[in-house]
């Protein structure tokens, strides 16, 4: 069907003059001039066949007309605007920025990623990490990964993955030192966290051994480093178990004992209010719990 329409220019023209009530900040707004403006708007009064603004030495005011028009164009243009927005995105990758906990971004999130991208291609996933707590984060984010739950004004929290920790080593260890009770750590090596100082000492106060010796203890900067020291047989380190499940089924690590795990901090998803909608931050954070 064929439709009888305006001057786009004509109709961009009223709809800004009659949201100002000023030819002189539509102009403005359009970047053309003040001539134009007004040049463009008669030219739709005459098309209409009614005039739309009342003209007052300096000012203009809308007719009744004008107002019943300008509500109508204005939604019009909204939608027109929309539909456009959205079809660029269509053809747009949108980037996605990811800020989270380095050592669940290591041994879990870095190893599913690829589902992720390969199911949502036009999404491009900008990973950065940090243990920083969101108050003090100084890069703008999308998604942050931390544990929980924590309440952030402004901010969505989505729980998908709860953890807990108890120690671990290294198949090769456990031939050459077997631990049959927790008692036997007293022979080994214990991997320490700089960041998680309490970590073993809670573990063997629960165990039964509070008062523990082991034959060394090494301590290092990151979480991740105690997995990775664990991992090349260095020592028992005590290992987060939602991250560390791949290496037990694959046979790269081994829980030398069925317990007692520590609870930890279950593992969330923290978006600002602002995005919560967004269609890409959407799709992520529908995705991580199907990852879990």
Known sequence: MRRRLPPLNALKAFEAAGRHQSFTLAAAELRVTHGAV???????????GAPLFERHNRRVVLTEAGRAYLAEIGAALDRVALASARQIERGRTRVLHVNALAT?????????????QRANPAIEVR?????VPLAHLAEPFDVAIRG??????????????????????????????????????????????????EVWPHWLHVAG??????????????FYLTLQAALDGLGVAMGPERLIADDVAAGRLTL????PALPARSYHAYVPEARAEDPAVRAFCDWLPTAA
């Open 38 to 48: 007004s040049r463009h708007v008669q030219a739709l009064e005459a098309w209409l």
């Open 104 to 116: 669940f971004t290591l041994r879990w999130l870095i190893p599913r990623l690829s589902a992720f």
């Open 127 to 131: 990973l950065t990490t940090s243990n």
């Open 148 to 197: 929980g739950p924590d309440a952030y004004p402004g901010h969505v929290a989505i729980a998908f993955l709860p953890e807990g920790r108890i120690p671990v080593c290294s198949p090769g260890l456990l031939r050459r030192l077997p631990l049959r009770a927790p008692a036997d750590l007293a022979q080994h090596t214990l991997l320490n966290a700089a960041t998680l100082p």
């Open 209 to 222: 051994v509070p008062s523990l010796r082991p034959q060394r203890s090494v301590t290092l900067e990151h």
């Open 256 to 259: 030398p004992f069925s317990g």
